[in-house]
């Protein structure tokens, strides 16, 4: 069983930057595929940025060259850094976490409007 918790999201103005946070429980977090995806109102859930154990990345095409995801195997934590960011940016967040199934976090609402 893997819990995730996530951390950072609030409100910002076009152009800012934030930065969101997943810890995971577990003892092999270094060996988890980590994920952030987001879901916009009225939208499917989709995938932002994932990461793999090894530190192998994939970016979601609207958000190359702005948002970074990265992580932190000693802190069982996921990053999301996400720079210029654009009214259409808003959504809930999601953590993932891909081990024997995938595991999600509860979210964290992300609000981009000036």
């Known amino acids: 069983q893997v819990q995730l918790v996530e951390s950072g999201g609030g409100l910002v103005q076009p152009g800012e930057s934030m930065r969101l946070s997943c810890e995971a429980s577990g003892r092999f977090f270094s060996m988890y595929v980590m994920g952030w995806y987001r879901q916009a109102p009225g939208k499917q859930r989709e995938p932002v940025a994932t990461?793999?154990?090894?530190?192998?990345?994939n970016y979601k095409d609207s958000v190359k060259g702005r948002f970074t995801i990265f992580r932190d195997n000693a802190k069982n934590t996921v990053y999301l850094q996400m720079n210029s960011l654009k009214p259409e940016d808003t959504a809930v967040y999601y953590c993932?976490?891909?081990?024997?199934?995938?595991?999600w976090g509860q979210g964290t609402q992300v609000f981009v409007s000036s």
């Open positions: 993932n976490a891909m081990w024997d199934r995938n595991y």
């Open positions: 990461i793999t154990g090894g530190g192998s990345t």
